[in-house]
């Protein structure tokens, strides 16, 4: 049977500037235009498992602003519960500044506004959400304690936890290691986490175990055109990325995460769900946007169920 899903994280009104190349330090350069975007880690992640046919409902705070209104109705429009997004009377709602590359990279500069209220206090009032649901869906646009304070209560509550480290923060508590069952970061977060100089995939690889030794039940790295490095204690394995044009990179991560956890919400073993949040991103990649980017159940079944059979037949690789 299909289980709930609760994201707990932010939403931003993305603005991005696309333009040829991305300015250098004290370069001024012209874009070519101006979108506005709904966003945000949280509801990027809640609008992806809505999207993919999951059970979800999103917990996190909003301005009295048009972008905040915008931004949960466009969540609530693929049947994603908002009904505890809360709306800060003082803080405008967060918003992100995204330049987006000819080549499809971007870089993110992210005003947190009302995501600052996501707290400990706001949490503890929503306590029924965890109750009331089976997976726990968290990134790091909020308040750290408060990110931390919801993984605790959790697992006081045996719920499965999934924990996409982005932005990596400087540090994480020891007790948190080990109430993570799935931790998701990229590349460059895996290695931040371990303060590893390295970039190559032994470092990765490293970076990942050294995880596990802290506690942590899974480890999933996402490693963009290169695939996903999933490692645990029994079992590691390389799985490759489908073959695309990319145009827009933005909410690949999220993506990725959301149809994740749709994956394990539908009873997929781990090895399935990343193959089919392989693919949820895959095809992201090759729309603009962030929540505009993002797929539907019917667009990635199909493609999903032909690439994993691939996968299991060799494309998947022990490492």
Known sequence: MKKRILVVGSLNMDMVIEMKSMPLIGETVLGDTLKYVPGGKGGNQAYAVGSLGGEASLLGCVGADAFGSRLVENIRACKV???????????????????VDEEGNNSIVVAPGANSSCNVELLQKKDELFQMNDFMLFQMEIPLEAVFYGIRKAKEYEKTVILNPAP?????????????????????EVLKLCGEPGTSMEHIKKSAKRILAKGVKNVIVTLGD?????????EEHLFEARKVDAIDTT??????????????????????????????????VQRKGAQSSIPKWEEVESVWKESFLTQTSGQMSMM
């Open 226 to 234: 290169k695939g996903v490095f999933f490692v645990n204690n029994n």
């Open 168 to 188: 990596a923060p400087e540090d994480i508590p020891d007790d948190i290691w080990e109430r993570i069952d799935y931790l998701t970061p990229n590349e460059t």
């Open 81 to 99: 519960d908002v009904s505890a997004v809360d709306v800060d009377e003082e803080e405008p709602t967060g918003t992100a500044v995204i330049y």
């Open 251 to 284: 909410a690949a991560g999220d993506c990725f995460n959301g149809a994740f956890a749709v994956g394990l919400s539908k009873g997929m073993t781990v090895c399935e769900a990343i193959g089919f949040a392989n693919v949820a991103s895959s095809v992201a």
